[in-house]
């Protein structure tokens, strides 16, 4: 950040991005981030330092005081200087704003932070529902507006891909606002609400349960169908003489499955709609959607053939289950051989509880994925191919608002983090557009040296307290719980 804005009338011009905003006295400018107080350009968020703490096992959370800050710095090897609210190198030929020396079990380190601009950004959102949210690859929308596509589902979870540079500025410039605020309340832990082309409406909101079409979803499922035959099918022994499992992908027959013949459980005559894989195992047996197990219906008795009268009976009982147990049903087959649904009995019920009981709570976990360019990297070293070798070669680790990210492999300095696990209001954004998020390196400060590391900008971390731009925090929610 220029120390000395250009001056334009009584307006000052900000250096931290490309768009070079003049801003007036009193006012903020276009990113909301910095604005001009009494003719001097400040950054209006605080610059936050984390502590190390034993009691919270180890997590990083706000450095605060209670009362007006004194400058001190307690604890000095336990502070950790985070890039939330430090600034950019914007244009980045300069070195980043904070490149911070301390002891740490006597081994001197050096900590360099930016507050990264990402064109090359977006957000992989993990939603934990059987629901059918949408076919894969449909465009997700906000605000009407194309943002990114659902991707291939994982267990339990459906997941999108949102943001990424097309859509940031390869598209309309609405398009590229749309997202870009998208991207920023996602990353913020803020709710967002998503359409899905051909699919469900769903309100996604890090660290809470998702909204689809307007309802709460309060836990994703325990295992495919077979798998749930596998796990309780010895609960079931003595109790019932068929269960089906249904579920969207596998759905799981006792009676064919392998744990029901390790138990003796005798053929039912069962017969099944939809394609069998391998004994007791189902796919296709319905289209998915919002109904029993993540399928289109909402009787489950439409997954069924007629019996084989060879070796059903009257009398013959039947549970079927989602993976989720929120759907359940009690049949006796009567004399022609059609189920008659009944009253369940309280042994079943249980085991359709302890199904619900090993269903883990739906959540959304929203995950920041971004590129630090050579442009960020110039930041921190001479020579920014070195940096990334240094990242790869696990002598630099690179966090993200103090919190742990996964670098991917190969070239250049791809991560991801957990929103939740940065400070609140950790991201913002320029108006190019593009979204402004933390990233901090920190190595051994003669590794650092070995680099081509800007040496004569590093400064002891008892020099933070000079910073004119950093503010008192206030009191902070108990890790995890940043909102």
Known sequence: MSTEPTAADDKIRCDACPVMCYIKPGAAGACDRYANLDGQLVRVDPHILLQRTVSHGGRLVPFQTT???????????????????????????????????????????????????????????????????????????????????????????????????????????????????????????????LTIDGGATVVVQAGH?????????????????????????????????????VDDHITGVLSEHQAGKMLDIPDTGIKMKGRRSTPGRYFQVAEPGTGWGGTNISDPLSVLGSFDAKKARAGLTMLMVSTTGEHAAFYQLDAALKPVEKQMPPELQASVERIKENCEPALCTVLFMAGAGGSLRAGVTDNPVRLTRSVKDALTRVT?????????????????????????????????????????????????????GHMDHVRPLASVKDNIEMLQMPASPKPGEWT
């Open 67 to 193: 009362g007006d800050w004194d400058g001190k710095i307690v604890h000095e090897p336990h502070i950790f200087v985070t890039a939330v609210g430090a600034g950019t190198t914007y244009p980045d030929y300069k070195p980043a704003p904070f490149i911070v020396s301390s002891e740490i079990d006597g081994v001197d380190m050096v900590t360099v932070v930016t507050e990264g601009i990402f064109s090359y950004c977006g957000v992989k959102v993990k939603i934990d529902t059987d629901r059918y949210l949408g076919p894969e690859t449909a465009t997700v929308r906000a605000q009407g507006e194309a943002i990114g596509h659902v991707t291939t589902s994982e267990y339990g979870s459906q997941m999108l891909s949102l943001g990424g540079v097309h859509h940031l500025t390869g598209g309309s410039k609405k398009e590229g606002r749309v997202t870009c605020d998208a991207l920023m309340d996602l990353s913020n832990c803020k709710p967002v609400e």
């Open 209 to 245: 349960a998702p909204i689809v079409n307007g309802v709460h979803e309060e836990r994703m499922r325990v295992g495919c169908g077979s798998a749930t035959i596998g796990m309780f099918a010895k609960q079931w022994q003595g109790k019932v003489d068929e269960v089906v499992v």
């Open 400 to 452: 993200a608002g103090g919190a742990p990210v996964y670098v991917w492999p190969g070239g250049g300095i791809t991560y991801m983090v957990d929103v939740t696990r940065l400070p609140a209001r950790a991201f913002g954004y320029v108006p190019t557009p593009a979204l402004v998020a933390p990233i901090e390196f920190t190595l051994r400060l003669s590794d650092y040296a070995a680099l081509g």
